[in-house]
C-alpha cells in the first residue's frame, strides 16, 4: 500500500491532519508507506498511532523510525482488529489499489470511530479530456502508470466514493476537494464541481 | 539461594572456586553442575513449582550478564536462548571456545547495545550449562537425574528467569528478546508476567509448536533413544554418552534449520574431496560431511538427555491452550510493546505463526510491530548477519527507551 500519488502527499496529510481533533487518539493508519502521516500525527497530535503496511520495504523504514507498523494487507488483515478499537481509522491514498474497495469500507468503519479516506479523483476535468480526446485511459502526474502496470485497480471519482458511502451507511461529517498542488479548494461546491476540478478528496466518515 | 539473603544479591556470585568437585577427571571444568558463568542458587526452602505438578529444590540458574544495571534498574534486558543455546550470548564459550552466540546483535553498539542496556542471558532449565537438568547431579542420590528429572515446559523456564531476575532486584524488564524457542520464551514471559514486560521482541518463532515440528523433535528423541549408549538416560553412571544417536538428531534437525535454497546454494550436489561418486556410503556429497560434522562437533558440547528435555519442553509449547483456547486472551489488557520478526524462507516457524501472534496482538489492542524479513536463509536467519533484522531490533529498542525515558 504505497502512496501512489507522488507530490501531494503533504497536502493531503496536512487535511488529515486538521481532521484529527481529538489529542492522545487512538489511531490506525492503513497503508501507511514510509510512516510519514503516522509520525507526523504523533508529534503534532501527540496520538496512540499504529500502521498496517502491504510492502516490506516501507514496514522496516516504519519501524526502523520506532513506529508501531505491521505488515499487512487492507484486504485480508483489517478482519483480526477489534470493533471501535480506534478513534480514527485512516486510509491515505490507498483505496484504488485494494481488490474489495467496499469492503475495507466496511472494515473501517467497524474498527475505526471516525474514518478518515483520501483518494485520487478519476473524474477531474483533466482525466476526462485524455479519454474523450485520445480515447486512451488517462495518464497524468498525479495517476502516473499506464493500465496495464498500476496498482491502482479501482478508481473512482468523488461522486462515486459519495454512493459507496451511502451504500455501506456512512455519514459524511466533512468531505474536501484538493487541487494539483494539494491545497484544499476554498470554496464550498457541489459535488459535481468538486468532481471536475478535484485532483483528490479527504473524506471524514462515521457509522450511521 | 541457599545461604538465603546472603545470595539474594547474588549478581556476583560468580562460580569462581574452581573446588574439586568442579573439575572432572580429565580436569575440564565441570560446567553442568559448577558452571563457569554466574550462578544464582535457590535451597530446599524456595521450591520451582513445575508445570508438570512437582516442585525442584534445590534449583540453579546459571546466567551471564552485560553492560551495567542503572540505579533506578530499569534498563535490564534479558536475552531468551534457542534450543542449544546458552548463556554465553555475548561473550566466549568455555566449552567450544567459540564467540558468543548472537554478538552480533548484542555488545557495545549492537541493537542490544551494552552500553546502555543491562543484558542478562541465563540457560534455560532442563539444559545442560550450568542450570538444573537432567545432567545435573541429583542432591537424593547423589548421582547425575537422568530421567528422573522432572520434564520441564517453556512456562516452567520462564518461570525460573522471573526467579533470577526478582533475585536480582529487577522489578519490570526493559525488554525481552530471543528467537526461535526462545521467542517462544519471550510470548511467554509477556503473557504470564505482562507488568514485568515493558518491551517484547519475539523473532522466528510461534505460539504453538506446531505437528511437523514435533515430528521432527521426536524423530531426534527416537534416534538418540535408539542408541545403545542411551542406557535408559542412565549412561553417564556407566561411563557412556549415546552420542550416536545424539549426532543424528541434530543432523536432521540441522536440515530444518535451513532453507532448500540456502543448502542449494551452499552446497548444491557437490562432491566432497572427489571427481566422482564412490558407488558406496561414504560422504560422497558436501552437505552429507557438512551434517556429519555439525552431528559430530554438537556431540561435544551437549548432553543427550538434555536435548531430550528441552525438545520436549518446545513440544508441549501451546500458548493459546493455557488461555481457554484463544490466543488473544493471551494478551488481554496487556501494555507491554511488540516487536515481532519473521523471516520469509523460515519453515520451521513461517511467517504465518508470526502472523497469528500478530493478529492475536491486534484483537488483543496490543501495541504491535511486525517485520517479515526477506532472507534466504531459512530459520537459521535470526542467528546471522541479517540487517534489515538489526535495523529493525534497534530501531525498536531506541523507542520503547524513549518512551520508558532511559534515552538521558
Given at each position: 500500500m504505497n502512496k501512489h500519488v507522488p507530490n501531494t502527499i503533504r497536502g493531503d496529510h496536512r487535511l488529515i491532519s486538521d481532521l484529527i481533533t481529538k489529542p492522545g487518539a487512538r489511531v490506525l493508519d492503513i497503508g501507511c508507506a514510509n510512516g510519514d502521516l503516522l509520525d507526523h500525527l504523533i508529534r503534532s497530535h501527540n496520538i496512540d498511532g499504529r500502521g498496517v503496511e502491504l510492502s516490506q520495504a516501507g514496514v522496516n523504514k516504519c519501524v526502523a523510525r520506532g513506529l508501531s507498523v505491521v505488515q499487512g494487507d487492507a484486504d485480508l488483515d483489517l478482519s483480526a482488529y477489534p470493533d471501535d478499537g480506534f478513534d480514527y481509522a485512516i486510509l491515505s491514498q490507498t483505496l484504488q489499489a485494494t481488490k474489495d474497495p467496499k469492503q475495507v469500507m466496511q472494515e473501517l468503519l467497524r474498527i475505526g470511530k471516525k474514518v478518515v479516506v483520501s483518494f485520487p479523483n478519476f473524474g477531474h476535468w483533466r482525466n476526462r479530456m485524455q479519454l474523450l480526446t485520445k480515447g486512451r485511459m488517462p495518464v497524468t502526474d498525479y495517476l502516473p502508470y499506464t493500465w496495464y502496470d498500476t496498482p491502482n485497480i479501482h478508481f473512482c471519482t468523488i461522486r462515486d466514493f459519495v454512493e459507496l458511502s451511502k451504500e455501506v451507511d456512512a455519514e459524511v461529517l466533512k468531505a474536501q476537494a484538493l487541487n494539483a498542488k494539494g491545497e484544499p479548494i476554498g470554496f464550498n461546491a457541489p459535488w459535481w464541481v468538486w468532481n471536475l476540478i478535484g485532483d483528490q478528496a479527504v473524506f471524514l466518515l462515521k457509522r450511521k | 539461594m541457599t545461604d538465603s539473603a546472603g545470595?539474594?544479591?547474588?549478581?556476583?556470585?560468580?562460580?569462581?572456586?574452581?573446588?574439586?568437585?568442579?573439575?572432572d577427571a580429565i580436569g575440564?571444568?565441570?560446567?553442568?553442575?559448577?558452571?563457569s558463568s554466574k550462578v544464582m542458587r535457590f535451597g530446599l526452602d524456595m521450591p520451582l513449582k513445575l508445570d508438570g505438578g512437582t516442585e525442584l529444590a534445590p534449583w540453579q540458574i546459571a546466567y551471564e550478564t552485560y553492560g551495567s544495571l542503572n540505579e533506578e534498574k530499569t534498563n535490564a534486558i534479558l536475552i531468551c536462548h534457542a534450543l542449544t543455546g546458552d548463556q554465553y550470548v555475548a561473550s566466549t564459550s568455555p566449552v567450544t571456545g567459540k564467540p558468543g552466540w548472537w554478538e552480533m546483535m548484542v555488545g557495545p553498539g549492537k541493537p542490544v547495545d551494552t552500553d546502555r542496556f543491562f543484558v542478562i542471558c541465563a540457560n534455560v532449565l532442563g539444559g545442560c550449562m550450568g542450570t538444573t537438568g537432567p545432567a545435573s547431579t541429583s542432591p537424593a542420590t547423589g548421582e547425575p537425574y537422568g530421567l528422573t528429572m522432572p520434564v520441564v515446559t517453556i512456562g516452567d523456564m520462564v518461570r525460573s528467569q522471573a526467579k533470577l531476575v526478582e533475585a536480582l532486584g529487577i522489578e519490570t524488564l526493559f525488554a525481552v528478546v530471543g528467537g526461535s524457542m526462545g521467542g517462544m520464551q519471550v510470548l511467554q514471559w509477556a503473557a504470564a508476567y505482562p507488568e514485568k514486560v515493558f518491551a517484547a521482541v519475539p523473532i522466528a518463532t510461534a505460539p504453538r509448536h506446531s505437528s511437523q515440528n514435533i515430528a521432527f523433535h521426536e524423530v531426534g528423541r527416537q534416534a538418540v533413544m535408539a542408541d545403545p549408549d542411551w542406557l535408559n538416560g542412565d549412561y553417564e553412571r556407566h561411563g557412556k554418552r549415546p552420542t550416536k544417536g545424539l549426532a543424528v538428531a541434530r543432523m536432521a534437525a540441522h536440515i530444518t534449520y535451513m532453507s532448500d535454497m540456502s543448502l542449494h546454494n551452499k552446497f548444491g550436489r557437490n562432491l566432497q574431496?572427489?571427481?566422482?561418486?564412490?558407488?558406496?556410503?561414504?560422504?560422497?556429497?558436501q552437505i552429507e560431511s557438512y551434517l556429519r560434522h555439525q552431528g559430530m562437533t554438537f556431540v561435544d558440547r551437549f548432553d543427550a538427555n538434555s536435548y531430550l528435555y528441552v525438545t520436549r519442553a518446545m513440544d508441549y509449547f501451546d500458548l493459546a491452550a493455557q488461555h481457554?483456547?484463544?490466543?488473544a486472551n493471551a494478551f488481554l489488557h496487556t501494555k507491554t510493546r511488540f516487536c515481532v520478526v519473521s523471516f520469509t524462507t523460515d519453515w520451521l516457524f513461517p511467517t504465518s505463526e508470526s502472523k497469528a501472534v500478530v493478529q492475536a496482538l491486534n484483537a488483543a489492542a496490543a501495541n504491535v510491530s511486525f517485520v517479515e524479513i526477506d532472507s534466504d536463509r531459512g530459520h537459521d536467519a535470526f542467528l546471522l548477519n541479517e540487517p534489515e533484522m538489526f535495523a529493525t531490533v534497534s530501531g525498536f529498542l531506541n523507542s520503547a527507551a524513549e518512551a520508558r525515558g532511559l534515552n538521558a
Open positions: - | 545470595t539474594a544479591t547474588g549478581a556476583s556470585e560468580t562460580e569462581a572456586t574452581a573446588t574439586e568437585s568442579a573439575v575440564q571444568q565441570d560446567e553442568v553442575n559448577h558452571p574431496n572427489r571427481s566422482e561418486i564412490t558407488f558406496g556410503f561414504d560422504a560422497d556429497f481457554g483456547g484463544k490466543l
